[in-house]
């Protein structure tokens, strides 16, 4: 099945009230629920054009702001395969990690709004198949590639006990 | 091997020497949640299976964002999160205690060379109290809450120097604008930072916090100060734990090292709708202007009222215009009592808020109408930050905000500077 790039249409320095206002965060407890509100307040309905699979592409700084953990658990209940993205702000980083939510770093310029994509975490590549270009991207660390596995830090904690033999 | 401030708090913490870009598990000396996250801390710490919090002397959370509750959602939470702490028996800060970034350290528990995590970004606000704290999210905190630990990445660090003397009517609000303009909003990110200079050693420490609080906004972990003679004794003042201050090695390995001269630094603003978005007050003079706020963890300390009561005593804001004034702290409140500033707010025509986040984040207490402009004291001016996508938010300091009152549209506070 393909899955698409969507991108918003500002690039850079989508924080954290963006993703989900803090309207919404208080308000509903219900993670499919709060899916439906993401980016409400810079482009309405957004929710809509994504499928099970399917990416989210932006520019540097993508997660600034509030340390909200809404905001990544939002966007993957709304289904989304990983968000790929030039720069991560730090608390978002960590945030969707540890909700199990998967972050690609790498060069965002030659991906369009609707272009098809594969994500290879092996290879370390996206496969842009609507432009035929292979784009690299930066390795997930191992710790986040087994927060991935477990779906986020909680089952890792709860299969490792605790963080000792991360490292 | 020379250390930076965060590469030495972290050595510590870890049990031995790191340097930045180390992947290190570090022990957090103490850790907490506002209302807006201590929901999901609890879930999540209630998914992790561990049945009793690490130390219940070294977490509390604190009811500040939405206080007192305005709709039935967050009194859920509220009653969940002082249901929680009944049943582990830690500590929780209610309704009108205050903003967490205030409370926390005025209640003790933070001291210098310590390790903090906080469920809010903006508990960068320590490293005026040479602490290096930083905020993280809800599942992170859960972690901490469950084994006393977390997993750090020992950060670069930015080293700024900011030299000269401050002119009248200029504060530490507009310091921390200016490098926020000047360095971007994600300038510093994953970076520490570290201030010095004449600028820093001149300041309060109330005054400090409010540099150390904005770090975040160019995307830095924390921003970090030395411990100088004021910081201990504000410190000792606050807290019955010794201080340990941790100084960087004279020849530390900066990232990147920024010098500046704020001898002539004008007022400064930042614009709708990013926070290094920042100009000098000149250039957005006659913004007309809807709703004042002075308040939040930024600028809602005992100094920032005494200067915005300064420049209101005995005149009226303009008719129309919403003037709202919450002070950081239950503890400021009540000075602010004393000296007279709440009766000068309220005689000038402003309303003076229960301690807490007031209207900062959107929530409760002057939401913003379609079109509406905002002129606020507090650190984010995102659109829709103040509970509308339609209003836009401009950012400055206390006393800016004051003279922006009185004019209805954005003034210059140095036209005040006799007052301060």
Known sequence: MANFAHRLKIKDNINTDYIISGRYKFKIQDEEELAKYIFDDIEKGFHEKIETGDFLVAGENFGCGSSREQAPVALKASGLRAVIARSYARIFYRNSFNVGLCLVEC??????????????LQKNIIRNISKGVNIGIKPISAIMKKFLEKGGVVGYFKEYSGFEDVL | MRQTIAEKILSEHCGRRVRAGEIVIANVDFCFGQDGTSGMIIDSFRKLGVGSVFEKDRFCMVIDHSAPSPNIGVS???DKIRGFAGEQGVKVFDIGSGVCHQVIPEAGFVACGDLVLGADSHTCTYGAINALSTGVGSTDLAIVLASGKNWFRVPETVKVIMDGQLPKGVFSKDVILYLVGDIGASGATYRAVEFYGEVIDALSVDARFTISNMAVEMGAKCGLMRADRKTIEWVKKHSVRAPRPVEADEDARYIETRKYDFSDLAPQV?????????????????TPVDEVYIGTCTNGRME??????KILKGRKITRGLKLIVTPASRGIYLDALKKGYVETFVKAGAVVNNPGCGPCVGTHQGVLADGETAFSTANRNFRGRMGNPNADIYLGSPATAAATALEGKIADPRAHRRRL
């Open chain 2, 304 to 309: 920032d009222l005494e200067t915005a009561a």
């Open chain 2, 270 to 286: 930042a614009r709708p709708h990013t926070v290094d978005n920042v100009c000098g007050v000149e250039e957005v003079e006659g």
């Open chain 1, 107 to 120: 060069e965002t310029n030659y991906i369009d709004d609707m272009d098809e994509l594969e994500l290879d």
């Open chain 2, 76 to 78: 859920a939470i509220h």
